[in-house]
């Protein structure tokens, strides 16, 4: 096991709504990052987090924000859910902003109908 | 064109065999290679990192070619729990990795 926790582990929100998803990184890293999977596609970045800051942005519209907390533990929200953002939504953990090495929590299921 | 792209398969390997597969990635400045291993409906796990003088490890052979740019896999003697999706994953300076879709392998008794 990466250390990586996710939650919750899946979900299911109608378009238009909102959602607020969670990643608790492994003890000692100060940087998170979030990857969108479609089905039978390959992680996208969507950005990542090092000290409660953005630092680096893929190409996904505003209504994809994130946070870090002081504890290093991160929210990715989504509003104006479309039936697209239907994914399995990953973060990863690791030490300073451009490492080798990115370990993934377990991943968010989310199905919007 | 897509930054990195993979081949689909899938791969339908006898047990015991050899296979190997191919990625190519688009962006010359790229700086590190990967492979990852993602199994159904889990997450990514790193399963080597690729050098460009070449790797292996135990049973996995990973070669990178920056001249034609494209980095391979190869799996020696599968075993049934080789089956997954092999992910090529490439990072250019800068946080972000980049993935392909990710080549399909299954190897059958």
């Known amino acids: 096991e990466t250390g990586v926790t996710q939650s919750p582990t899946h979900l299911i929100k109608t378009r238009g709504q909102q959602v607020t998803l969670r990643c608790s990184s492994q003890?000692?890293?100060?940087?998170v990052s979030w990857y969108q999977q479609a089905l039978g596609q390959g992680p996208q970045f969507i950005f990542q987090?090092?000290?409660?800051?953005?630092?680096g942005r893929g190409n996904f519209p505003p209504r994809f924000s994130g946070l870090q907390f002081p504890n290093y533990s991160s929210e990715l929200n989504v509003n104006a859910l479309e039936l697209d953002d239907s994914a399995l939504y990953l973060c990863?953990?690791?030490?300073?902003?451009?490492?080798?090495?990115?370990?993934f929590g377990p991943g968010t299921r989310l199905t919007v109908l | 064109r897509k930054e990195v792209e993979q081949d689909p398969g899938p791969f339908n390997v006898p047990e015991g065999a050899t296979v190997a597969f191919n990625c190519t990635y688009s962006?010359?400045?790229?700086?590190?290679f990967f492979w990852y291993r993602q199994d159904c409906r889990k997450e990514p796990k790193l399963l080597m990192s690729?050098?460009?003088s070449g790797n292996e490890d135990g049973r996995f052979t990973a070669q990178l070619n920056r001249a034609s740019q494209y980095i391979s896999l190869l799996i020696r003697d599968s075993k049934l729990s080789d089956s997954a999706t092999y992910l090529c994953?490439?990072?250019?300076?800068?946080?972000?990795?980049?993935f392909g879709g990710g080549t399909r392998v299954l190897v059958k008794p």
């Open positions: 987090y090092y000290r409660e800051e953005e630092n």
């Open positions: 994953v490439v990072k250019a300076a800068g946080n972000k990795l980049t």
């Open positions: 962006n010359s400045a790229s700086q590190s």
């Open positions: 990863a953990s690791s030490l300073g902003t451009s490492p080798d090495t990115q370990y």
């Open positions: 003890s000692g890293h100060n940087t």
């Open positions: 690729v050098y460009s």
